[in-house]
């Protein structure tokens, strides 16, 4: 069975930086496409970076050029957030589409992780 689990979050003042990582664990072939999501109090999950196996990363308008995504497409998919603003704070979250140790293509979720930017 394959487990996301997220790290990195945390309390950063206004300006400052974050970098979060999201591990995969268990048997697959590699990781296939990758996205980083984020959820506010009253809002809904927003989809905020994605990076294909071709290295086509895509980002939202609220954080292109602030956040950087990447992985190493074997275990380990990273979002580098800096100049962070208040409304960054969120649940953040990863999904990751794996290529399955049989061959065929499944998506997995983290558990969430918190961040939150003080003014």
């Known amino acids: 069975q394959v487990q996301l689990v997220e790290s990195g979050g945390g309390l950063v003042p206004s300006g400052g930086s974050l970098g979060l990582s999201c591990e995969a664990s268990?048997?697959?072939?590699?990781?296939?496409?990758m996205y980083w999501y984020r959820q506010s109090p009253g809002n809904q999950r927003e989809l905020i970076a994605s990076l294909t196996l071709s290295h086509v990363m895509d980002y939202a308008p609220s954080v292109k050029g602030r956040f950087t995504i990447a992985s190493d497409f074997d275990k380990t998919v990273y979002l580098q957030m800096d100049k962070l603003r208040p409304d960054d704070t969120a649940l953040y979250y990863c999904?990751?589409?794996?290529?399955?140790?049989?061959?065929?293509?499944?998506?997995?979720w983290g558990q969430g992780i918190q961040v939150t930017v003080s003014s």
């Open positions: 999904r990751v589409m794996i290529i399955e140790h049989e061959g065929y293509a499944n998506n997995y």
């Open positions: 268990g048997e697959y072939r590699n990781l296939q496409q």
